[in-house]
């Protein structure tokens, strides 16, 4: 009985031992550091929803009822608090949709807690 309990105990030791290893792996997302970002939309900001949003959103695409690919037309959402509902909150549709990294959700969350500047 001993035994057993000296196993499982070393079972359970390795495995958070395992589990501390991974937190520190290169695999791990990056933590974006806001202070090293412009904080604007005419930065990284326009960059990353260009890229990502602008395939449905813009006024080229059919692929929503929305266009939504300038400043202005962000504002609206992004004071409704739609913006982060649907693109910076966990499970988010359209950061999934866009198929945005981690990182991309960081450098949008900073520009957004930044109180959105255009420039
Ligand atoms: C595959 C197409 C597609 C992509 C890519 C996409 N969207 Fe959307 N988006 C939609 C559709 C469709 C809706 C309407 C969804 C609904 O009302 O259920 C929508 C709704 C929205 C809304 C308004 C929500 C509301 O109901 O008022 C915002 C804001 C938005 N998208 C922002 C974005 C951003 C930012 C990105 C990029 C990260 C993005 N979307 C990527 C299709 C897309």
Not at 11 to 27: H, V
Not at 50 to 64: R, W
Request: with cysteine; net charge negative.
């Amino acid at each position: 009985m001993k035994h057993l309990t000296l196993i499982i105990s070393a079972a359970i030791l390795s495995t958070l031992l395992l589990a501390a290893c991974k937190t520190d792996s290169p695999l791990m997302p990056e933590v974006v550091d806001c202070n090293t970002l412009d904080n604007i939309y005419n930065g990284e900001v326009s960059s990353i929803l260009n890229s990502n949003c602008a395939t449905c959103h813009a006024s080229t695409s059919s692929g929503s009822p929305f266009v939504i690919e300038t400043y202005a037309e962000y504002l609206p959402y992004l004071e409704s608090g739609e913006f982060e509902i649907e693109v910076l909150n966990d499970g988010a549709r359209m950061a999934d949709w866009g198929n945005l990294t981690e990182e991309e959700i960081q450098i949008l969350q900073c520009w957004y807690d930044a109180g959105y500047p255009e420039n």
